[in-house]
């Protein structure tokens, strides 16, 4: 028990080594490149290469979250947390050799998917995903009044801008993608001023939209992500605190248990 004890010790103490997260990144980031190499028009040697890499790379992550399993103090939590889940699944199907079959584009894509487990690894990432998939219930329902402001919008100007130019007006969703271009100001003027040869207060549409859209809609996103950020920075910080202590007792429960078993063979010796 105590020599596993002390293997799970050593597993543990890699992967927390700043040296060995920062060479898995590395590899992840090769792989990325490995992955866009496969992508040209390479001579039969380089070609070989790129595999052998591609090889490469599924072995040292096959380690490597085999070195993380065994460094976990509890097992049974560790496919409890979903990006651990998800790394394994990634390196699984990554050891599947389809390459040469039918599922090749399914092989291919599981090899780009492998680039998101940078995400896994840094912490900043993981805060910025989980928040925004906390944040995704709130943002749909922004997403939904902006559709009914873009829905609203859209009708208006079919009903007076489909004669002067069917291609961005002649029904409402044509007019939705071309409010959708004066959103993000692509030639938003060249549009406004068309209509404005025929109507000319129009500009009072496309301002009264654009306030609507592009900065009160983009204000309420960027509210929403950063109150859900603070949410997730505080949990994290809990987290972590949660972890240092139940460090420091278990610490102190090997201090406590090393005293015990010293005063017992002190307590022979006195005896003998």
Do not use: C
Request: a negative charge.
């Amino acid at each position: 028990m105590k020599n596993l004890a002390h293997l799970e010790e050593k597993f543990d103490r890699l992967k927390s080594n700043k040296i060995f997260e920062s060479f898995v990144i590395f590899i992840i980031v090769f792989s990325a490149l490995v992955i866009g190499a496969k992508t040209y028009n390479l001579p039969d040697a380089v070609g070989q290469l790129v595999v052998l890499f591609d090889w490469f790379i599924t072995l040292f992550f096959i380690v490597e979250i085999t070195v993380r399993f065994l460094g976990e103090k509890n097992k049974r939590t560790f496919f409890k947390s979903g990006w651990n889940i998800f790394d394994t699944a990634i390196v699984l199907v990554s050891v599947i050799p389809i390459e040469d079959s039918e599922l090749a584009i399914i092989g291919r894509l599981i090899r780009i998917f492998r680039v998101l487990r940078m995400v896994s690894l840094i912490p900043e990432l993981r805060l910025l995903l989980n928040s925004l998939a906390k944040a995704l219930p709130k943002l749909g329902y922004v997403a939904l009044l902006m559709f009914i402001i873009f829905y609203i919008y859209a009708a208006i100007g079919s009903t007076f801008f489909a004669h002067i130019n069917p291609q961005l007006w002649g029904d409402i969703s044509i007019s939705m993608l071309t409010l959708f271009r004066v959103m993000t100001f692509e030639d938003w003027t060249d549009v406004m001023y068309e209509t404005m040869a025929v109507y000319g207060v129009s500009w009072i549409f496309y301002i009264s939209f654009i306030f609507l859209t592009a900065f009160a809609f983009l204000n309420m996103i960027i509210g929403i992500m950063l109150g859900v950020m603070e949410q997730e920075q505080k949990a994290q910080l809990k987290e972590e605190l949660e972890e240092e202590l139940e460090t420091e007792h278990d610490e102190f429960n090997k201090l406590h248990q090393e005293l015990a078993e010293i005063k017992a063979q002190l307590a022979l010796l006195t005896k003998k």
